[in-house]
């Protein structure tokens, strides 16, 4: 029986080692405490290698490393594993982002109840001051709070259901999700990111992206109640730091509970100094229990790769440029930009996604379905998703996957075309490839346009009447937002302007355009 060489490069709990040990066509190397110099020697045997943060997978492990199919990183980070590397070998790399699950929860409501009662401020007198002053420490109880909870995934139904068991008053904001995804569990459901602001307790748990960082900020925060408490056991940024320290700082945040920087370690943070927060070092998946469960993903996510029956929660795509033809990548980014793009477009449940294709990028249809299908899923899912798991995110999902290949009519040598149908309508979106690397969005819900799928935009449909143009310039000239870009498609049904931005362009000023007469509806999208 020929075996599998799996090289682990750095310290994992036992239980996954012992499944390693067992494993009769498995070839396991220990190295995790090997010199990082020595252990090049021993990684140019490996199929499968996993590590954590103290190996760094780079061009020179990756030069050595000339047998590897496959790298596991044993936990929810990746940022020392080189995608663009991996995926230009074939290497397929993956992470275990959901082994911590229970302990990221447990620590929001850790976080929460220390907030509440300053547990922190209260043990330290006592342990390290030796001062025994119960009346310094009057907190406040979590029955009847209204907590807010923005994301409704993993983790953030899991707080919900817990906060629940102290008799909260819970509701959640997650626009992707079904509403009955959390009212069949007792949690109120609304699509109204206002009805979370006025909450008691205010905790994140979303991904990390262009929609979602600084997603609460000085002009969300103003909109709270006096005495507000933010939790972020998330992901650094979701809160702007400046604005949760600026109101940290004058009482209008009461306390804050953070496990996440942007920059981390944080050790010289603001933060820090203020007497109404409680921190913790990133300490989400820093269980005993969670890392075993890591460990034992991990070592049964290499033994699969090894042996080519799967790659769970695979982070990249290996893509042989060898064995395709050049024209096909730019199509692939442009679908994965384009299906993103009309994820944002699209902020209710999704029912199905359907792709279709023109000329010879029709040959690639099922690559293009599942590049579009980790677009749409990477902005309206709470899960971490990736070029293996996409489908089975949309099926569990019950988001039905449908391609169909079309003639050569449009005039276009090449087009992908996207139709997404959500809850509240359809969307669709099409674009093609010019001078073989020239990307273009070349339709949007039915209006013909040529955008570049890149930047800050602002998509109006209005009525086709004068004026628009001027007041649409007028409102965000007030708001000192300069317009980089100004496309316009006229049609049957009225108008619709592309309006690429150099600022962000806040709630305020798109509610201030969907108030026009003309407008018939405004959103903001970024690429």
């Known amino acids: 029986m020929s075996k599998h060489t799996i ?39 490996a199929q499968v290698a996993i590590t954590r943060s103290s190996t760094d997978v780079d061009e020179k492990f990756l030069n050595a490393a000339t047998n590897l199919k496959a790298v596991i990183r044993a936990g929810v980070g990746y940022d020392n594993v080189d995608m663009e590397g991996c995926s230009k070998r074939g290497i397929i790399a993956m992470n275990v982002p959901t082994a911590n699950t229970i302990a990221a929860v447990e620590l929001t409501m850790t976080h929460m109840l220390s907030c509440m009662r300053k547990f922190p401020y209260a043990h330290n ?30 983790i953030g139904h899991r707080v919900a259901l817990r906060a629940k068991s102290f008799e909260m008053d819970v509701m959640t904001y997650d626009p992707y999700i079904p509403s009955t995804k959390a009212t069949d ?46 939790i972020n056991c998330a992901r650094g940024g979701l809160y702007n730091e400046d604005a949760l320290y600026e109101n940290l700082k004058s009482g209008k945040v009461a306390m804050a509970g953070i ?52 790659y769970p929660n695979a982070l990249n795509l290996p893509i042989d440029e060898s064995k395709i033809p050049h024209f096909v990548k730019p199509y692939i980014e442009l679908t994965q930009k384009m299906a993103f793009l009309l994820a944002q477009l699209s902020k209710s449940e999704i029912r199905s996604i359907n792709i279709t294709a023109e000329g010879e990028i029709s040959d690639y249809l099922d690559s293009l379905q ?14 971490e998703v990736n070029y293996v798991n996409a489908n089975f995110i949309a099926k569990e999902k019950g988001i039905e996957l449908t391609t169909s290949e079309f003639s050569n009519h449009s005039g276009y040598q090449n087009k992908v075309s996207i139709k997404i149908t959500t809850s509240k309508g359809v969307k669709t979106i099409s674009g093609t490839v010019f001078n073989e690397d ?34 649409v310039g007028k409102i965000l000239g007030n708001n000192n937002i300069n317009i980089a870009d100004f496309r316009l498609s006229r049609g049957k049904d009225g108008a619709l302007a592309v309006i690429l931005i150099d600022e962000k362009a806040c709630s305020d000023v798109l509610k201030k355009l969907d108030s026009l007469e003309a407008a018939i509806a405004v959103a903001y999208a970024e690429i």
């Not at 239980?15 to 990684?43: C, R, S």
């Not at 599942?370 to 709470?382: D, E, I, K, Q, R």
């Open 185 to 230: 569990l007792g949690i109120k459901y609304t699509t109204n990111f206002e009805d979370i602001l006025a909450c008691d307790i205010i905790t994140i748990h979303t991904p990390k992206n262009k929609e979602t960082i600084n997603m609460i900020g000085f002009e969300e925060i103003a909109k709270m109640k006096d005495g507000v408490v933010l």
């Open 438 to 471: 020239v990307q273009r969005i070349v339709e949007i819900n039915g209006f013909p346009l040529d955008i570049e799928p890149k930047g800050k935009m602002i998509i109006m449909r209005n009525h086709d009447v004068p004026g628009v143009i001027g007041e």
């Open 259 to 310: 496990d996440v920087f942007i920059k981390e370690p944080a050790i010289d943070h603001p933060l820090l100094d203020l007497p109404n927060v409680t921190v913790t070092a990133h300490l989400g998946a820093n269980t005993k229990e969670s890392q075993r469960e890591i460990s034992v993903q991990a070592a049964n996510n290499a033994i699969e790769s090894a042996r080519g029956i799967a």
């Open 125 to 154: 007198q006592l342990k390290i001051d030796r001062v025994w002053k119960r009346e310094d420490w009057y907190g406040n109880e979590l029955y009847g709070k209204k907590l807010g909870v923005i994301g409704f995934g993993n």
């Open 370 to 383: 599942t590049f579009a299908t980790v677009g749409v899923l990477s902005v309206s899912s709470g899960d």
């Open 7 to 45: 090289v682990v490069c750095d310290h994992i709990h036992d239980a996954g080692l012992q499944i390693l040990q067992n494993t009769e066509d498995v070839n396991y190397v220990y190295a995790a405490d090997v010199d990082k110099t020595e252990l090049l020697n021993i990684i140019k045997d």
